[in-house]
């Protein structure tokens, strides 16, 4: 029996709890033996926004998911030169851990959306199944005619805890607005210590 691999894919700036709810719901839901957490390294569809060092977001990564024993983080993506794109890094998963191995992409849904942007589209859904993570107040009606979401290679999966958001924790230590129990412990204080959002 080959093994079924979740890759989570996301900038993490940083990760919270809806992130790692969003990774245990999908072990869950489609029964993996691994969530591999795959830190961004310059994302390349936000050329002109401000992202936290790829270091940084890697180890408040590490920290957040160190407790899982069915959680890892890779550095494949922080480590490769260039803008980022899944295709690449699916590719070497794919070769690194061999064709009987199903990879199940986790990302938010408004990132899914513009997937038909990213490179080589059609290869992508040969690579892996997408899930597409939504947050409370998301019009999924709307959304639902839209082609990309509708493909038969995305599930969508409604994560409540998605509340939290890494745009509006940025926001709240900017304005010095507590953080604790939006992030584990761990992440709180290496935001604190490393003097990120500032
Ligand atoms: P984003 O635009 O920062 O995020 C879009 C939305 O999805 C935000 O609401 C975000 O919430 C949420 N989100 C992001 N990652 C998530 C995750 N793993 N689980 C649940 N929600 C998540 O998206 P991004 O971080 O730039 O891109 C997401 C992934 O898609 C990355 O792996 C990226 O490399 C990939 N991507 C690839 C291409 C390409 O290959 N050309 C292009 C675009 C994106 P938070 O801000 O709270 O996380």
Do not use: C
């Not at 030169?81 to 992409?105: C, H, I, M, N, W």
């Amino acid at each position: 029996m080959g093994r079924r691999i979740g890759v989570m894919g996301g900038t993490f700036d940083p990760i919270h709890y809806g992130h790692l709810v969003t990774a245990e719901e999908a072990l869950h839901q489609f029964s993996l033996d691994e969530v591999l957490f795959v830190p961004t390294g310059r994302p390349w569809m936000k050329e002109h926004d401000v992202v936290s060092p790829a270091e940084d977001r890697y180890l408040m990564t590490v920290i957040a998911t160190a407790s899982n024993p069915r959680f890892a983080v890779s550095r494949m993506e922080v480590d490769r030169d260039g803008p980022t794109y899944t295709v690449e890094t699916l590719r070497s998963l794919k070769a690194e851990l061999g064709p009987d191995t199903q990879l199940f992409f986790i990302t938010g849904a408004d990132a899914v959306l513009e997937i038909v942007q990213w490179k080589e589209p059609e290869e992508l859904f040969d690579l892996a199944h997408f899930i597409a993570a939504t947050r409370p107040g998301y019009d999924l009606a709307s959304f639902e005619a839209h082609a990309p979401l509708a493909h038969p290679g995305i599930t969508v999966m409604h994560i409540p805890a998605l509340a939290i958001s890494s745009t509006d924790i940025r926001g709240r230590v900017r304005q010095g607005r507590p953080i604790r129990y939006l992030v584990p412990e761990g992440v709180n204080s290496y935001v604190q210590k490393a003097g990120l959002y500032r």
